[in-house]
């Protein structure tokens, strides 16, 4: 584990934090002294472990996760301060790397009032006597019952310093080079341009993506989210259903990952963006959330289906648009649940961005 420490730390000393806190480039040089100082954590975590002191155990566990916690909201600063936003990285990818804000937040945020968003809360209780070196266990408390999850710690950490290590290297070659970005601006333009006024955009969308791939020639979904959702649209538009409204749906979520990769290089929607028309089944649900504003509190656990109370709050959901005969929202629900068994989380994703872009009138 040493050695991951030990690569991550010579890949933070090449930004020269000196460099930028002399010429008072405060958003760098904060972002690189918090990853040096969660190393030192972590360092400190393998020094002299003491396995028959649970009290110290437990200290340096607490450590160990708000610094991972740190960490990661670091590295979206460094990003932001070198690449003007987060179109680079792309962390939560990363299953682990995903479920260490819940565990942190579990664990070390907020356990004695963790809200779920059902009508009774839920707490977690950490089991002292599990923790070791390596392993430890907590508890999900709720009226429904308890859900108890164990925790590698190695293997936490090993997926942290792979993907930090991965976007350390690729942000400091973006940082020592031109910047060739602007001519990206007319490519992803013309994306949106074909897709709002003629529905053909997969040409000027190949041709943008071999544009970004010229200028970023290693860029990977794990660290670019552009290519992330351009792999989100080709999974999208590969779905091939009979049903009219879904394949409306299909090609509604399609439009909204082309904006949002429009957003990542502009820094703002594009010009059209709120004349997309709502599909019928969208409309049907937000029509039934707008009139049973109980159902509203589930939604904010249906933008992550890793989440651990994503499929409960999902078919909870399914059950209320039955029980009203709202159809379409049915057809749509019924399809994410479908995915959801199938274990296709990308499309989930995707799919389930109107959801989650859902107010409340």
């Given at each position: 584990?040493?050695?991951?420490?030990?690569?991550?730390?010579?890949?933070?000393?090449?930004?020269?934090?000196?460099?930028?806190?002399?010429?008072?480039?405060?958003?760098?040089?904060?972002?690189?002294?918090?990853?040096?100082?969660?190393?030192?954590?972590?360092?400190?975590?393998?020094?002299?472990?003491?396995?028959?002191?649970?009290?110290?155990?437990?200290?340096?566990?607490?450590?160990?996760?708000?610094?991972?916690?740190?960490?990661?909201?670091?590295?979206?600063?460094?990003?932001?301060?070198?690449?003007?936003?987060?179109?680079?990285?792309?962390?939560?990818?990363?299953?682990?790397?995903?479920?260490?804000?819940?565990?942190?937040?579990?664990?070390?945020?907020?356990?004695?009032?963790?809200?779920?968003?059902?009508?009774?809360?839920?707490?977690?209780?950490?089991?002292?006597?599990?923790?070791?070196?390596?392993?430890?266990?907590?508890?999900?408390?709720?009226?429904?019952?308890?859900?108890?999850?164990?925790?590698?710690?190695?293997?936490?950490l090993i997926s942290y310093y792979k993907e930090a290590n991965n976007l350390l290297d690729e942000l400091y070659q973006i940082s020592i080079k031109h910047n060739e970005t602007s001519v990206l601006k007319e490519y992803i333009k013309k994306v949106l341009d074909d897709y709002y006024r003629t529905g053909h955009y997969i040409n000027s969308l190949n041709k943008f993506i071999d544009?970004?791939?010229?200028?970023?020639?290693?860029?990977?979904?794990?660290?670019?989210?552009?290519?992330?959702?351009?792999?989100?649209?080709?999974?999208?538009?590969?779905?091939?259903?009979?049903?009219?409204?879904?394949?409306?749906?299909?090609?509604?979520?399609?439009?909204?990952?082309?904006?949002?990769?429009?957003?990542?290089?502009?820094?703002?929607?594009?010009?059209?963006?709120?004349?997309?028309?709502?599909?019928?089944?969208?409309?049907?649900?937000?029509?039934?959330?707008?009139?049973?504003?109980?159902?509203?509190?589930?939604?904010?656990?249906?933008?992550?289906?890793?989440?651990?109370?994503?499929?409960?709050?999902?078919?909870?959901?399914?059950?209320?648009?039955?029980?009203?005969?709202?159809?379409?929202?049915?057809?749509?629900?019924?399809?994410?649940?479908?995915?959801?068994?199938?274990?296709?989380?990308?499309?989930?994703?995707?799919?389930?961005?109107?959801?989650?872009?859902?107010?409340?009138?």
């Amino acid at each position: 584990m040493l050695k991951y420490i030990e690569d991550n730390n010579n890949k933070i000393d090449k930004f020269d934090f000196d460099y930028y806190f002399v010429r008072k480039n405060y958003q760098m040089a904060s972002a690189i002294k918090a990853l040096a100082v969660s190393n030192d954590i972590q360092e400190a975590y393998y020094m002299n472990y003491n396995v028959s002191n649970k009290k110290e155990c437990i200290l340096r566990l607490y450590a160990l996760l708000q610094g991972l916690f740190v960490s990661i909201d670091s590295l979206y600063a460094l990003s932001n301060a070198i690449a003007g936003g987060k179109s680079i990285i792309n962390i939560n990818n990363n299953q682990y790397l995903r479920n260490l804000k819940y565990v942190r937040n579990e664990v070390v945020g907020h356990p004695s009032s963790k809200q779920f968003g059902y009508p009774k809360p839920a707490y977690c209780i950490l089991d002292t006597d599990s923790v070791t070196m390596d392993t430890f266990k907590y508890g999900i408390y709720s009226y429904d019952g308890v859900k108890t999850k164990e925790i590698d710690i190695n293997e936490l950490l090993i997926s942290y310093y792979k993907e930090a290590n991965n976007l350390l290297d690729e942000l400091y070659q973006i940082s020592i080079k031109h910047n060739e970005t602007s001519v990206l601006k007319e490519y992803i333009k013309k994306v949106l341009d074909d897709y709002y006024r003629t529905g053909h955009y997969i040409n000027s969308l190949n041709k943008f993506i071999d544009k970004y791939k010229e200028i970023y020639p290693n860029s990977k979904r794990e660290q670019h989210r552009i290519i992330w959702r351009y792999e989100l649209i080709l999974k999208l538009a590969a779905i091939d259903n009979d049903n009219k409204d879904l394949n409306e749906l299909v090609f509604y979520c399609i439009g909204l990952e082309l904006n949002k990769m429009f957003k990542l290089i502009y820094g703002c929607d594009y010009n059209h963006r709120a004349d997309f028309q709502l599909p019928q089944t969208v409309i049907s649900l937000y029509r039934f959330l707008n009139r049973n504003s109980d159902y509203v509190p589930y939604i904010e656990y249906l933008k992550d289906s890793d989440h651990p109370l994503y499929y409960e709050s999902l078919k909870y959901v399914y059950e209320g648009v039955s029980l009203k005969k709202m159809e379409k929202a049915m057809d749509y629900i019924g399809f994410l649940l479908a995915l959801f068994k199938g274990e296709e989380h990308d499309l989930l994703y995707a799919l389930g961005l109107p959801i989650t872009e859902y107010k409340k009138k």
